[in-house]
């Protein structure tokens, strides 16, 4: 099978195309010819930081995680799947799992799940790691109906699919978001757009909330951005977090009673706990999207699989709206 591999880690790492056998099936796996390829934040920081971080696989590497494609085969003791079967997943790309930058992948069944009907394989490649964090994020916070809901970047990978998840459980969502092609997009999906760079959080929230804070607050964007998280949220609020690797004063959380939920959601990849969850999302999920309740976002650019370095530079540009997708 062809595969681009990375010899070496680096901010100036280049993808290689290389050939190897395929991957043999194992039982409780299913082998998956792979058409298409999301990149997201996680895998352009495995390739620009190697082994500084603690779950980037070895050299040479086949990174992305995402990924949709038809199963070519199945292993033992595999139930509900069979060849031919459409699926998408998150199974691969850090630590021992071969990742999805190759024309074959061996995926763990309890990753993955038949893909939406109703997506193209670019489409439903989009989905798997943005949707199980969102899904994640609202349950945690205890999303639903009557909550008033901010969500930090819904113009992005897992904001504009938190955004579409709240509004089906019922809340009245709000987005943060700047330019205006972005800001359109966040009014698409329901939400209430607000502009960041031209309203202060202390506006937007007695615009919103009458000044009492948002019940739930889902940051997407994290980092020093969980300042701003924790002042628009409301007293004994919850604030959703995907990016949460700084040191931060906890004393704002503190004095509001605010409930702090770190999303990591690859725990289940690297340490094998719990890995049906996700393929429980995954197929949560497809029915959303096949019911017109979530539809994925996908960045205007396209990308082949010789154009792979492309795609990743094009996400860490910040010029991206939405997923960028490697078709294979």
């Not at 993808?15 to 997201?40: D, M, Q």
């Not at 779950?55 to 990924?67: E, K, Q, T, V, Y």
């Amino acid at each position: 099978m062809k595969k681009m591999i990375l010899n070496d880690y680096g901010p100036d790492a280049i993808f290689t195309p290389t050939e190897i056998e395929r991957p043999a099936v194992k039982p409780g796996h299913v082998l998956v010819r792979v058409k298409a390829t999301s990149v997201n934040t996680v895998d352009t920081m495995i390739r620009d930081m190697g082994k500084d971080l603690p779950l980037s696989p070895d050299l040479p590497a086949i990174l992305s995680m995402d990924f949709a494609g038809i199963v070519e085969e199945v292993g033992a003791d595999v139930k509900g799947f069979a060849v031919g079967d459409e699926v998408y997943g998150c199974a691969g790309g850090l630590a021992d799992l071969q990742g999805a930058l190759a024309e074959f992948m061996l995926a763990d069944v309890r990753l993955i799940a038949h893909k939406p009907k109703s997506l193209s394989m670019r489409e439903a490649a989009a989905l798997p790691l943005v949707g199980i964090t969102a899904w994640e994020g609202l349950k945690r916070a205890g999303a639903g109906k009557g909550h008033k809901v901010l969500v930090h970047g819904g113009a992005g990978g897992v904001g504009h699919i938190a955004v579409q998840l709240a509004q089906h459980l019922g809340a009245d969502v709000w987005s943060t978001g700047t330019g205006d092609a972005k800001l359109s997009a966040i009014k698409t999906f329901g939400a209430a757009p607000i502009d960041y760079a031209a309203e202060t959080v202390e506006a937007y929230v007695a615009a919103h909330t009458g000044g009492a804070g948002f019940d739930v607050v889902f940051d997407s964007v994290g980092g020093e951005n969980m300042t701003n998280s924790f002042a628009a949220a409301a007293l004994n609020a919850h604030v959703v977090t995907t990016v949460a690797l700084l040191e931060l004063d906890l004393s704002p959380a503190h004095f509001k009673g605010l409930s702090l939920h770190v999303v990591f959601m690859l725990l289940p990849m690297l340490h094998d706990v719990g890995r049906e969850t996700h393929g429980g999302i995954l197929s949560g999920l497809a029915k959303l999207v096949d019911a017109g309740s979530v539809t994925p976002l996908l960045d205007e650019k396209t990308f082949s699989f010789a154009e792979v370095g492309d795609a990743y530079a094009r996400l860490k540009s910040g010029q991206a709206m939405g997923k960028v997708v490697v078709e294979i």
